[in-house]
């Protein structure tokens, strides 16, 4: 990476531009190295710039949001992260007249959206009030809780393409599928979701309800990234006996509390990895590695990962 052209990025955002800049503040795991370079555009605009400057200087780069489903390797990430959250968290209600519709920046907490919905008597999201991303990596991720994701709602995206062009695509142009998108290589600036009319008491009832059961049930306020695993799937009629889940299988193999370093399976939910304090990526790989070998021992079962791994 030339640091002398990666300077120049900073002439061209009006927002902040950090240099090698160690990653793990931006994590919800507190693990990572550092980025090249760290921007937090205050813009679309400086989205287009940002991807523009890449594409012209070769310089790979990756978009964050609260980092709450990567774990970034110890040696960090050799290009440009656009970080989106304030700057890029307005919302427009009533959107075309209509009051169930809302405009979202990428960069606003999904948290504070099902709060802010349920509150507005809005259903939709509300469930998602345990999801401790950005609204751009919810809809990047297809993020769900409960029933509920953002493939149900959203009707439109506006994304920044590698090229620096924005775009706006229809809700049902995306092929969504479990946990994903299929957006690629493209930085969500926002969304516009269509919601359904409820009684906001039991809506604000239920974000209370569903937000309480991920603190009792999962290591919710650790440093973790959420599952780690997808769930197995298989086709209908040849579900094994016994644990189908990837928590289940962990736990029933024991592996609550493993641990390499400072990472643990979770001793709330089997499905998650822990770092209890000075974890490394290595030693969440380390506690990865052996889980996936017991369970594909014991179960036949190949897991897959949930956390993206960036390097
Ligand atoms: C305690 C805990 C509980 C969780 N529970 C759930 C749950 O119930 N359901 C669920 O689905 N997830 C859950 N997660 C995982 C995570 O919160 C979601 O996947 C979330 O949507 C990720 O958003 P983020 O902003 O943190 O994305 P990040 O972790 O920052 O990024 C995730 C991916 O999205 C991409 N990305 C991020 N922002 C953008 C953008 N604006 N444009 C393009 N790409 C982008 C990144 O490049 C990366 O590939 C949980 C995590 C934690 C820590």
Same mark, same amino acid.
């Given at each position: 990476m030339n640091s002398t052209a990666l300077h120049e990025l900073q002439s061209r955002v009006s927002g902040e531009v950090l240099f090698e800049e160690p990653l793990a503040a931006y994590t919800t795991y507190r693990i990572g190295g550092p980025a090249a370079a760290l921007v937090t555009p205050a813009s679309t605009e400086d989205v287009v710039r940002t991807l523009e400057f890449a594409a012209e200087s070769g310089t790979r780069w990756l978009a964050l949001g609260l980092g709450s489903n990567v774990l970034v390797s110890d040696a960090g990430f050799d290009g440009i992260v656009i970080r989106l959250g304030k700057g890029l968290d307005d919302v427009t209600r009533g959107v075309g007249g209509d009051e169930t519709v809302w405009t979202v920046g990428a960069g606003m907490p999904t948290p504070m959206l099902a709060r802010r919905t349920a509150k507005a008597g809005l259903a939709g999201v509300h469930r998602l009030i345990g999801v401790p991303g950005t609204v751009g990596g919810g809809v990047f991720m297809n993020a769900g809780a409960h029933g509920q994701d953002f493939s149900q709602v959203v009707r439109s995206v506006e994304l920044v393409e590698a090229d620096g062009s924005v775009k706006q695509v229809d809700g049902g142009d995306i092929a969504w599928q479990y946990r994903s998108s299929g957006l690629g290589a493209r930085v969500v600036v926002g969304a516009t979701v269509a919601l359904s009319p409820a009684d906001p008491k039991d809506l604000e009832r239920d974000v209370r309800t569903y937000l309480d059961r991920r603190k009792s049930g999962t290591p919710f306020n650790e440093r973790c990234c959420g599952s780690v695993f997808r769930n197995p799937t298989w086709p209908e009629g040849e579900e094994p006996e016994g644990p189908r889940t990837a928590g289940r299988m962990i736990?029933?193999? &024991?592996?609550? &509390?493993? +641990? #390499?370093? &400072?990472?643990? #399976?979770? +001793?709330k939910h089997a499905n998650y990895i822990v770092n209890t304090g000075g974890a490394t990526a290595r030693d969440v790989l380390s506690v990865i590695e052996h889980v996936r070998g017991r369970v594909q021992e014991e179960f036949g079962v190949e897991l897959q990962l949930e956390v993206e791994t960036i390097d």
């Open positions: 736990d029933a193999l &024991g592996l609550k &509390g493993y +641990r #390499v370093g &400072g990472a643990e #399976v979770s +001793r």
